[in-house]
């Protein structure tokens, strides 16, 4: 399959979408920021945007990463429990996450 330029991608790994992401998503939380790339997604089937999944794997990634048995709750949930519901400190940890399943995924 023809890709465009990984344009969420460029986005996810962007300095200052991470350091200015209420600007983007209207406030710092765990729940808006999945909304916001679920939004997205929807958008690129609707409109017909081919664009890799760059999330593709990461729900199970997640919950082996934290040693959970399944991978049912998505990383959301997973990363939401881990960070005992704190929805502001879910997002700087789902960063983390996020970059280092990229390392491990290619």
């Known amino acids: 399959m023809d890709y465009e330029i990984p344009k969420l991608k460029l986005l996810l790994e ?3 979408f991470r350091t200015r992401i209420a600007m983007y998503i209207g406030e710092k939380k765990l729940s808006t920021l999945k ?4 939004g997205i997604y929807y958008a ?4 017909g945007i081919k664009e890799e999944n760059v999330f593709e794997g990461l729900h199970k990634w997640t919950a082996d990463y934290y040693g959970w048995t399944e991978s049912t709750a998505g990383w959301k949930n997973i990363i939401l429990k881990e960070c005992g519901n704190n929805e502001l400190k879910a997002v700087d940890e789902f960063f983390k996450v996020y970059d280092e399943f990229k390392k491990t995924s290619g």
């Open 35 to 38: 909304g916001f790339l679920d």
């Open 44 to 47: 690129f089937d609707a409109y």
């Open 14 to 16: 962007s300095d200052h």
